[in-house]
């Protein structure tokens, strides 16, 4: 099972910026993708962003896409969410999650999440 931690949020004006940080350690990583997902107050958890590991093509939210960009470290086994220009429906718990790859492709282990809130 591979474990996450997230971690970069906070407290931030509209049109402040953050970067989330998730860290994957235990068995060997190797994920078919690298994802965030965020669930704001009274709703489901929603896509934001994915990266596929073996290449670095990524997947974006239309709402967020000028906005932010998920980027990775391999030799850290770290996946980043720089974003920028947020706006208080930003606000929400970010969570990361990882992908495995054959014969499923499920989103299998998750972090705890962190929180981000923007508001004047």
């Known amino acids: 099972q591979v474990q996450l931690k997230e971690s970069g949020g906070g407290l931030v004006q509209p049109g402040a910026s953050l970067r989330l940080s998730c860290e994957a350690s235990?068995?060997?990583?190797?994920?078919?993708?690298m994802g965030w997902f965020r669930q704001a107050p009274g709703k489901g958890r929603e896509f934001v962003a994915a990266?596929?590991?073996?290449?670095?093509?990524?997947h974006y939210k239309d709402s967020v896409k000028a906005r932010f960009i998920i980027s990775r470290d391999i030799a850290k086994n770290t996946v980043y969410l720089q974003m920028t220009n947020l706006k208080t429906e930003d606000t929400a718990v970010y969570y990361c999650?990882?992908?495995?790859?054959?014969?499923?492709?499920?989103?299998?282990?998750w972090g705890p999440g962190t929180q981000v809130t923007v508001s004047a």
């Open positions: 999650g990882h992908q495995g790859g054959d014969p499923k492709y499920e989103y299998d282990s």
């Open positions: 235990g068995r060997t990583f190797s994920p078919y993708a």
């Open positions: 990266m596929i590991w073996n290449g670095g093509r990524t």
